[in-house]
């Protein structure tokens, strides 16, 4: 995932500060992530659903409302009204530097506030909630023991999540004017509502009426055990997943991708520009390789290495089967594990090499079924004349040319 760090201005002139999360290659469509009520960009749950999502080739731009985060402005002067505002001040950077967001997808009061404005993005085809009140109003409940002094003197201090917030009276006058539902009910667009059945912060029942005053097309996906702020990694990452799928039924098809391709008996592989992530084709077969996030990479799929550890697992579970085929042993299953790294030659004492490091694989294993010692002898003897096995002990030419 690249990240790029953007500013834009709001109605009033503010700077708000976002991240857009860009895919390796051009991205199938933009989407637009709303956090939840006092939290930021910057939220580790936003993070990984950006992630998640820009692995399935989206664009995500994530930014702070006014007041918050790394955004300018006064929280305080802020209200619900205000954020739509802020949300379609997105959609307008988008619209104007990249491409108009197809997707929006609001956390919690943010959610709330994203059904409000989805009307009013002619872009947008869907839109999903995660953890959201039904009602704008919901939040209200946050300021228990305040809303004397809110109403008495016009504003007060407001504990939110174990953080000091000043709050104006203005702030509790616009929740009560917002309607939720009946926009809800207008959408005329693909809505996924995603909740946790435990959450203690929004209740269930807010997914329910959100759910009921929905037309279709409308989906719903529990998201168990997790909590308001899905603060499992777990969680938020299959969150993005689940957003990415679904997101994707309800996006225009694309034209004939330069997907990458390969004859039989060639592999070929492709990097793009901003990351490790590498399209590999072998035939009609595809996937990915990467490397982990600890090293610059996304960890979209597995390194090199481990496919190299694959073939030499594959071939010797294959040469195992084959064998036992061919001698009638009762072999139900053979299981191959293997890891590699990198030893001391000095520490090998069956090798030739005496300096530097040399390449280990330690492979482990586990043969299931009626057989006696001495075949499972036998057969630990056929695993080294598995031919990755022999390929990676013989002399190797690797000759390359540009084309």
């Known amino acids: 995932m690249q990240s790029q760090q953007v500013s834009f201005e709001n109605q009033n002139g503010q700077a708000l500060s976002g991240i857009l999360d860009l895919p390796t290659g051009e991205p199938i469509a933009y989407a637009l992530f709303a956090h939840c009520f006092t939290c930021s960009k910057n939220l580790k749950a936003a993070g990984n659903i950006a992630r998640a999502m820009t692995g399935a080739g989206f664009a995500v731009l994530r930014f702070d409302f006014t007041g918050l985060g790394q955004s300018e402005g006064e929280f305080a002067d802020t209200n619900f009204s205000s954020n739509v505002d802020d949300l379609l001040t997105a959609v307008d950077y988008l619209d104007k530097q990249h491409k108009a967001p197809s997707i929006l997808i609001g956390h919690s ?72 539902r009946t926009s809800v009910g207008s959408l005329r667009k693909a809505l996924l509502v995603m909740h946790a059945p435990l959450d203690n912060i929004v209740e269930i029942d807010n997914a329910s009426a959100l759910f009921g005053a929905a037309k279709h097309p409308k989906s719903f996906v529990s998201l168990d055990s997790a909590d308001h702020l899905l603060s499992k990694e777990s969680d938020s990452s299959y969150a993005g997943r689940v957003l990415a799928a679904w997101a994707s039924r309800y996006l225009p098809e694309s034209p004939p991708s330069d997907g990458l391709q390969a004859p039989d008996g060639e592999v070929a592989a492709r990097t793009r520009l901003g990351g490790f992530r590498t399209e590999v084709a072998m035939g009609r077969h595809t996937l990915i390789a990467d490397e982990p996030l600890s090293v610059g990479g996304t960890n979209q799929g597995p390194t090199p ?80 004349r598995c031919p990755v096995h022999r390929t990676l002990h013989a002399e190797v030419k690797v000759r390359s040319k540009l084309i």
């Open 109 to 180: 009061l943010g959610g709330t506030a994203v059904l409000q404005a989805a009307a009013r993005v002619a872009s947008a085809v869907a839109v999903a909630t995660i953890g959201s009140p039904s009602e704008p109003a919901h939040v209200a409940k946050m300021f228990a023991g305040s809303e004397g002094a809110l109403r008495d003197r016009g504003e007060a201090t407001v504990d939110l999540g174990g953080r000091p917030f000043l709050m104006k009276q203005q702030f509790l006058d616009d929740l009560e004017k917002q309607n939720l």
């Open 305 to 384: 290495y481990d496919l190299l550890s694959a073939a030499l697992a594959t071939c010797t579970t294959m040469t195992l089967r084959m064998y036992a085929n061919h001698k009638r042993l009762n072999l139900e299953s053979a299981t191959v594990r293997v890891e590699h790294g990198k030893i001391h030659a000095a520490d090998c004492e069956d090798c030739e090499k005496t300096d530097g490091k040399i390449d280990e694989f330690r492979r482990r294993i586990s043969l299931e079924g009626d057989l006696t010692d001495a075949q499972r002898a036998r057969m630990l003897e056929i695993a080294d």
